[in-house]
Nanobody, 123 residues
Framework: QVQLVESGGGLVQAGGSLRLSCAAS????????KAWFRQTPGKEREFVAG????????YYADSVKGRFTISRDNAKNTVYLQMNSLKPEDTAAYYC????????????????WGQGTQVTVSS
């Protein structure tokens, strides 16, 4: 069974940092592009950051550019999202996703999803 499992969410004050991890099991995702999305109640899932299978190309939403960094360790089958200078508007459930294709901002392009981890940023 293929699984993506996120961890590292929690409650943090504005200006603080968190590091999310997404570990894959059940298959090797080293050749898959990986991305992080986030979602708040009543809203569509929003692209946050993506990384291609080699780790050589990264992509960010304008709202997080310069504050968040996506990285991956294919040997550990894990992708990370380092989040710095967090703002209350970053509060959301964060999901990792994997795609056999190119990194795109649309959630429908991703084949596998984790269950999500909650990030709450207090003001």
């Amino acid at each position: 069974q293929v699984q993506l499992v996120e961890s590292g969410g929690g409650l943090v004050q504005a200006g603080g940092s968190l590091r999310l991890s997404c570990a894959a099991s059940g298959r090797t995702f080293s050749s898959y592009g990986k991305a992080w999305f986030r979602q708040t109640p009543g809203k569509e899932r929003e692209f946050v950051a993506g990384i291609n299978w080699t780790g050589g190309s990264t992509y960010y939403a304008d709202s997080v550019k310069g504050r968040f960094t996506i990285s991956r360790d294919n040997a550990k089958n894990t992708v990370y999202l380092q989040m710095n200078s967090l703002k209350p508007e970053d509060t959301a459930a964060y999901y990792c996703a994997a795609t056999a294709g190119l990194i795109r901002v649309g959630a429908g392009h991703y084949n596998y999803w984790g269950q999500g981890t909650q990030v709450t940023v207090s003001s």
